[in-house]
């Protein structure tokens, strides 16, 4: 005969399990976050050309440019609040710089992907295997982008892993049109089939077709970018060509002269990203990384 207890404790067990149940269980493998300033970053130094840069290099250089500028400033006009804010800018330029350049450049790229996609459509029609095709364009395709199929040639010779070499091919590129052409790579190569040459024709023509279409709105739209970025510069130009008068800043070392600066520098800030909000096209993120 069953004890009274064993009982017990099997419907103990039975409602504490039917209870568990409503609740989902984590997976014990922690996601990789591969977000972040230091990540978006890196895809800006890639897409700008310099993938031997670090992010901290970078960061590191800001914080140098901003302890010269403030003590330059601070020298030649003896107003600290005038030497802080023109720090700050100084601070920023390196990434403002490198986003610039990584923003021209992915423009440019953006005309050279479509001509990838048909020296892949050329070497698949001559028979050439989907690495191989790939591998052709260290030869064949647009010079910019030689380098990094050179590099991805020489991987694939040596490791023979398509994927993983697709993988480091997108973090070399670090564009995101690179990466949607990558996973459809990807994925005829996983999938097979006829139909790879009627993929690779269809995403050619998107490809032109929005790269055509945001390049006009670009170019109607940059002289508003161009209009918010006159007038943000125009009063801080102003303020350090008063900075040549010394005696005419002293104004600005009073409490009151720190909160019309701190007023006047949010102020632009606000005015800015307002402007380029309205004004320009938003950059496409890297979802497929």
Known sequence: MTSPVVIGLLLGAGVFCIYWSFWPQVSGDKPVHRGGFTAELRDHLNQAGYPSISPSNVIVGSVVLFVVTFLLFAVVTKVVPIALCFSVMAAAAPISLVRMRARTRRSKFRDLWPDVVDNITSGVRAGLALPEALSQLAERGPVELRPAF?????????????????????????????????????????????????????????????ARTR???????????NAARLAVAAPWIVLAMLALKGNSLSAYSSPAGWVILAIGAGLCVLAYRAMVWIGRLPDEERVLR
């Open 215 to 225: 390049a006009e709105l670009e170019t109607r739209q940059s002289w508003t970018v």
């Open 150 to 210: 050179a590099s991805f040639a020489q991987d694939y010779r040596a490791t023979g892993r398509f994927h993983d070499c697709l993988d480091r091919l997108k973090d070399r590129l670090s564009d995101p049109v690179a990466d949607r052409i990558v996973e459809s790579l990807r994925i005829a190569r996983e999938v097979g089939g006829s139909d790879l040459g009627r993929l690779l024709r269809t995403l050619s023509a998107f490809l032109r077709e929005d």
